[in-house]
């Protein structure tokens, strides 16, 4: 790394807090360094009141882009110059591109999703996914999914705050898209039940699996599956939670947050360099 970084590298950086458990700047520096690029990225956690000092910095210091997460991923529009499709639909952001002094704003979130399933063999094109959950996650893979051409989504979400953005993404995707998307309270489980029947994926795009809510799952039990069922969940830590062991052990074929995870940042990769990510060198690290 010493001899790697010299007076003409280039920075690329990540803005968030907490951020110190990313694995973001090892999945790129692995990539920069495989391919030989004279690019470094790194991490920054960035306090709430120091947000504006820090973009603006990084604008004058003419970085080559840089990764947004969480709680910025929305307030970073206001900075941007130029939106992608994905940031108009999504309504936030979470990789920036310097284009001669221009922010562009992009959102690789459901691009990644997307990618890891098809990293993982499972085409949903023309067909149908359940989604639970309706926050910054889900709204990034269920306007990727309708963008890239499933057919139906169906939207689970609990009586909380995030029900009116499941409303919203609902009308922005029946407006905007060929797809056809319908929403449901989570609490309804007759309908969860239907609904999953007719899906080819079922999606937890909620934290229930993580953190304080580890162990748990919004899926009580076996009655709600089919064997040919495909389940994934954003969730990567722990690598399978509580609804993938159970819908693995049931026979369903599953997905972890890991390949959403990679493929957001290969995604990045490419805007920032023009170059894919060399996938198996950074699996390895990761
Ligand atoms: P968010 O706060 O924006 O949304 C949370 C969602 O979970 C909401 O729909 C909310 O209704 C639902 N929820 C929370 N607690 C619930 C409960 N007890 N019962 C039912 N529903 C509940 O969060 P987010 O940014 O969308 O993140 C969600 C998860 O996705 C996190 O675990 C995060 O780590 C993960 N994530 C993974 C990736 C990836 O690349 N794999 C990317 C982004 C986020």
């Known amino acids: 790394m010493a001899q790697r970084i010299t007076g003409h590298t280039e920075m690329i950086g990540l803005i968030a807090t907490p951020i110190r ?54 307030e970073i529009l206001n900075y941007l110059d130029e939106i992608d499709s994905s940031v108009k639909l999504i309504g936030s952001c ?23 399933l098809k990293d993982n063999g499972f085409d949903p094109v023309g067909k149908k996914l359940t989604v639970l959950g309706s926050g910054g996650a889900a709204t990034a893979i269920v306007m990727q999914a309708a963008l890239d051409g499933v057919a139906e989504i169906s939207i689970f979400n609990g009586n909380d705050p995030f029900f009116a953005r499941a409303e919203h993404n609902a009308q922005v995707i029946n407006e905007n898209t060929g797809c056809k998307a319908v929403v449901y309270r989570l609490e309804d489980t007759q309908r969860l039940k239907q609904e999953i029947s007719e899906s080819y994926i079922l999606a937890n795009a909620t934290n229930v699996g993580m953190g304080a809510l580890e162990g748990q799952k919004l899926i009580p039990d076996t009655s709600y599956l089919y064997p ?56 390895a690290v990761i």
């Open 21 to 74: 458990h990313s694995k973001s700047p090892m999945m790129h520096n692995t990539a920069f360094e495989a391919l030989g690029l004279d690019y470094v990225y790194l991490a920054f956690d960035v306090a709430q009141e120091q947000l504006d000092a820090v973009v603006k910095g990084l604008r004058a210091m003419e970085v080559r882009g840089f990764n947004v997460s969480m709680p910025y991923k929305t």
């Open 94 to 116: 979470n990789t920036v591109v310097n284009e001669s002094g221009k922010f562009y704003g992009y959102n690789t979130d459901g691009m990644g999703y997307m990618a890891g």
């Open 228 to 283: 040919e069922l495909i389940v994934t969940d954003v969730v990567y830590s722990p690598a399978e939670t509580a609804l993938l062991k159970m819908t693995k052990e049931y026979g369903c074929r599953t997905m972890n947050g890991l390949p959403m995870m990679l493929y957001q940042g290969a995604a990045a990769f490419k805007l920032w360099t023009g170059k894919d990510m060399p996938i198996d060198a950074v699996k």
